[in-house]
């Protein structure tokens, strides 16, 4: 296993997938509450953090599959946060029989498209390059990623500069293709859904669509964007806590 990944805790496994442009940091403030009961792994996905960068295009779902494997886990609960939910939703469309529970956090959706006002966003961060540090702060002056300076602040976006960095490196930017937004309903696993009040019109639009999965609970958290996990890590893990022990597995 070539996947950087540590472990926590005692009791069932859950395993937490970070955002986008974030690595397994994105949990520092919610793995120390949610390790009091289980066993919580938190990998780096490929490309990110610790893990190696993409020498071919990336299987998400596939290196969730390895991991699980690696570590002898047949069944796991799975909590991703914005692009950790999407590959969360498409491994359990994959792989339905190894997931136990799903919550995801302001999650990503596979075939969804974006607002054009993403695509410009994306395009600003795309134009500043190589300039990190200004990558950074585009991305940072965005409302829904926006947070107050801090140790919070200091830590997305030293998360933010090391990973776009780390991009530089990567051989490939492809991905192995999925749609789950047509198959929404396909999903029997039990699931909650939590997103903050503030985050972006098209996490809100994402948010309708998941409506199509029939065993799902929705929660919303105020005054938090789309950094719900560091900003209101006690909120989240306090809904996470309460869900995860309500299922015998």
Known sequence: MDLHYEIKGNGKPVILLHSGAMDSRDWEFITPHLSKSFKVITPDVRGAGKS???????????????????????????????????????????????????????????????????AELESRVSKAAPDVEKMASIILSEPSWSVSFGKVYDLLREMMVHNIQKTFDWKTFKTSSNSAMERLGEIKTKTLFIIGEKDSED???????????????????????????????????????????????
């Open 52 to 118: 190696p960068v993409p020498n071919e295009p990336i299987d998400y779902v596939e290196d969730l599959r390895k991991l699980l494997d690696h570590l002898k886990i047949k069944k796991a609960a799975l909590v991703g946060h914005s692009l950790g939910g999407q590959i969360a939703t498409d491994f359990t469309l994959t792989y339905p029989k190894k997931v136990s529970q799903l919550v995801l956090v302001a999650p990503g959706l596979s075939g969804f498209k974006f607002s054009s006002e993403h």
């Open 203 to 249: 996490l809100f639009k994402i948010a309708k669509l998941y409506k199509e999965i029939p065993n799902i609970d929705f929660v919303r958290i105020p005054d938090a964007n789309h950094i719900i996990t560091l900003t209101h890590p006690k909120d989240v893990s306090d809904h996470i806590n309460h869900f995860l022990s309500l299922l015998e597995w």
